[in-house]
């Protein structure tokens, strides 16, 4: 069966730090990844999805950068920490268009 | 523009309630819509998908292309269905859902 891991699943960083959230899929091959954040009170925003190997696609701009090294691996990352990139980031996955995104555990990132 | 709208950030009813959680969209062509649900401490998970047609945990949604909604109902609530719900549609590339801001219910006992 298929399953889908994040980590760490807390983090807490200083202002201005960098930034590497790994997300990773088993049992399943040539999947879409998705990377979002939800921010309380703000929902569910899609940062990037990738449709395969080094194909990302960005949805908002902002500090954050993704990258898919490997089928099965989602990346996201940053260079410089802002406070505002406090949140709850969810990694996703589907297996084809339209399909049902089943999600991970998620990642709390704290800012300081 | 491609956009789901949930208008209430917290909705709380009593056990045994009716519940409804409103979601409209807007889209050009035929859209194909989600409920995902987040029950405190479990995984963001699919509850149903209008394609579908069916009723999941008593929870039923109807497409009503006329009004752009797809409001999700239950007849009668029950405690075990507090938790985060949001509303999502499938975005025209077909690779990307798009979710609304998340409805949160409350059932009081």
């Known amino acids: 069966s298929q399953t889908i891991h994040q980590w760490p699943a807390t983090l807490v960083q200083p202002v201005g730090s960098p930034l590497s959230l790994e997300c990773t899929v088993e049992?399943?091959?040539?999947?879409?990844l998705y990377w979002y954040r939800q921010a309380a009170g703000r929902g569910l925003q899609l940062l990037f999805y990738s449709i395969g190997i080094d194909q990302i696609s960005s949805e908002v701009p902002q500090n954050l950068s993704a990258s898919r090294p490997q089928d099965r691996q989602f990346i996201l990352s940053s260079k410089k920490l802002l406070l505002s990139d406090s949140g709850f980031y969810l990694c996703?996955?589907?297996?084809?268009?339209?399909?049902?995104?089943?999600f991970g555990p998620g990642t709390r990132l704290t800012v300081l | 523009a491609q956009r789901v709208t949930q208008p209430e950030k917290l909705l709380s009813v009593f056990k045994g309630a009716p519940v409804e959680l409103k979601c409209n969209y807007s889209?050009?062509?035929?859209?194909?819509l989600f409920w995902y649900v987040q029950y405190s401490r479990q995984r963001l998970q699919l509850l149903l998908r209008h394609i579908s047609r069916e009723s999941i945990k008593g929870f039923t949604a109807d497409l009503n292309k006329g009004e752009t909604s797809f409001h999700l109902k239950k007849p009668f609530a029950q405690e075990e269905d507090s938790a985060m719900y949001y509303c999502a549609l499938l975005g025209s590339s077909a690779s990307k859902i798009i979710f609304g801001s998340g409805t949160r219910l409350s059932i009081r006992p």
């Open positions: 996703a996955w589907n297996p084809g268009m339209g399909d049902t995104q089943y």
């Open positions: 049992g399943t091959s040539n999947p879409n």
């Open positions: 889209y050009s062509g035929s859209p194909e």
